[in-house]
């Protein structure tokens, strides 16, 4: 008996990136005939879009819907999480969807005034929605064709977002080692995936997950080289040492939005897609990536924070760069609970989604009031930063706050928890030198979160100068500081993940 190929399509499951995608389509036909004093309202149009994409997601709660499956008997299994379809909406996909949308909104919010500003208005909507719908379709997909086609709709129209500053010199470089780094990121990814299609005939995950289990002797080579070569291909996504070469430059030479998005949503898409390919469809192999990624993280969580410390001692170092440096170093620490799954079961991936949804609020947070200080100082030297407190007393708090949850430190009690969480996650799977390296490398951290934050509250050289918010950026702070708090205040929002089973 022959089985249907007829696929089924469930529109609400699919909507929360398709409406972005729409969304985005609408605000670039808009831009062809909305005046110029009127451009503003593009940059609203995309704000509601994102906010409606947010609420879509709550008719989703369940996380039990799946769609574009192969078959009705498909369609069945797949509401019982054992399916191969193409798309899965589970608590997983929900949470990174969550975390990808908010953060593009945040990062629109930012982006209003300089829109109007610096940057041509439709064509950074249109891009920035783009990117933002790929990364919402990445965690829901669940075969490897649907996996790749998220990561670069998501990728390229970032390439075009960091390299918008028309005649901006160091933007255009950082354009072009982007776009260079992500190119060989991908052309490496398809090379692995078409080795793994090769050696099991299939692209769905959970199906590659079974037939590894059994690939024939003459094919198990070509199986093996398209796992190395599929997790070197993400790694390049994640900013992993030694594929991390792009990050600072690209941070400082992308507008201030843009740098924060590629923190926060670009880190997202990268380590959501690690995740699909080693815990769901590479598991007969987790004595291969579980040891890689382990090293992994241990040499980029290193390699961030030893930088940030030569960024500290120059006598005018960025604040952004350093935040790029500090991302580099956030990576590692994310990279852990993956490592971990591969000794101790899928379980421990919770531990990444809790820690990525603290980073995510807080990073963001400090992003926006990084924006808040540019408007006066466009150097954005930390420098810039001395006595922040006596000119803007609410931001040089907020921003201590952003920073002491980077540390872990009271009061910020998420990011305490959260490294408390990933730190076990190693224990627990018996890594202990991997925890002792993170704990050697939160100490080297905390020297210059510390020295940033004692930096606010110091007096300043000279007549201090408000620097002036504007209800965009206002909005931004007020909501990753409200974020942070309630999530300091109420840590199980997040950290049950780490608790339960998210596949």
Known sequence: MTSSLVQSVDWLTIAPPTLTAVVALVVLVADLFVPPERKRLLGWTAIGGLV?????????????????????????????????????????????????????????????????????????????????????????SRDLATLVVALEVASLPAFALVGLKRGD??????????FLSSVTATAVTLLGVSFVYAATGTLHLTEIAQRLDDVPGQLETLAEAGVALTLVGFAFKTAAVPFHFWVPDTYVGAPLPVAAYLSVVGKAVGFTGLILVTVVAFPSYADVWG????????????????????????????????????????????LVPIAAAAYAGGDRIGATVAYALMYAVVNLGAFAVVALVARTRPGN??????????????????????????????PGIIGLFAKVTVFSAAVDAGLGWLAVVMGVNVVIALYYYLRWTALLFRAPEGT????????????????????????????????????????
Request: aromatic share 8%.
């Open 52 to 140: 409606a994409a947010l609420a879509l997601l709550i008719p989703l709660r369940a996380g039990d819907r799946s769609t574009f499956c192969l078959t009705a008997e498909a369609q069945a299994q797949a509401q019982a999480q054992s399916g191969a379809c193409s798309y899965t909406a589970d608590h997983f996909t929900l949470v990174i969807q969550l975390l990808v949308l908010g953060g593009a909104l945040l990062t629109a919010l930012l982006s209003l005034d300089a829109t109007r500003e610096k940057l041509p208005a439709g064509e950074f909507w249109f891009l920035l929605l783009s990117s933002a719908a790929g990364a919402a379709l990445l965690p829901a």
């Open 169 to 178: 010199r160091m933007s255009g470089e950082a354009a072009l080692k982007f």
């Open 291 to 334: 040891p890689a990624l382990a090293v992994l993280a241990a040499l980029t969580m290193t390699a961030g924070n030893v930088a940030a410390l030569r960024q500290v001692s120059t006598r005018a170092w960025s604040a952004v760069r350093l935040l790029a440096w500090s991302s580099v170093a956030q990576a590692g620490y994310l």
């Open 381 to 410: 030297r930390i420098a810039d930063y001395r006595g922040l407190y006596a000119a803007s007393p609410a931001a040089a708090l907020v921003l201590g706050f952003f920073l002491l949850n980077l540390a872990g430190l009271p």
């Open 464 to 503: 201090p100068v408000p620097h002036k918010a504007t209800v965009p950026v206002t909005l931004a702070i007020a909501l990753t500081a409200g974020a942070g708090v309630v999530l300091s205040g109420y840590p199980q929002f997040a950290l049950r993940f780490a608790a339960d089973s998210l596949f």
